[in-house]
């Protein structure tokens, strides 16, 4: 399941450059077979931001952990090391 947030993580901060301010819906990444262990996980160590809407809910990387999110990443999936910035 590491590797399952590290690609979850990778997906917000390279494809999608969701940190802080900017999120994207939860419904799409709804691919990934642990997605609510998850999100309960890196909430808890603050790495994701959660904000709840009455009909959604959306996610985004917390830019105070940068550098431990692009850690994370980077040791779980070292075949993209050097392409999260």
């Known amino acids: 399941m590491e590797k399952e947030k590290a690609q979850l993580m990778f ?3 390279f494809s ?6 900017k999120y ?3 419904e799409h990444y709804k691919r990934f ?6 999100v309960k996980d890196l909430s808890k160590k603050k790495w994701l931001l ?3 809407k009455p009909t959604y809910t959306n996610i985004s990387l917390n830019p105070k952990y940068k550098k431990e999110i692009i850690e ?6 070292p ?3 050097g392409m999260v910035k």
Do not use: S
């Not at 999608?16 to 301010?21: F, M, R, V």
């Not at 077979?33 to 998850?38: A, G, S, Y």
């Open 79 to 81: 075949e993209i090391k």
């Open 33 to 38: 077979q642990n997605l609510k262990k998850i």
């Open 24 to 26: 994207d819906r939860l």
């Open 16 to 21: 999608k450059k969701n940190w802080g301010g």
């Open 72 to 77: 994370f990443i980077e040791d779980k999936m």
């Open 50 to 52: 959660i904000q709840k």
């Open 11 to 13: 997906k917000l901060a």
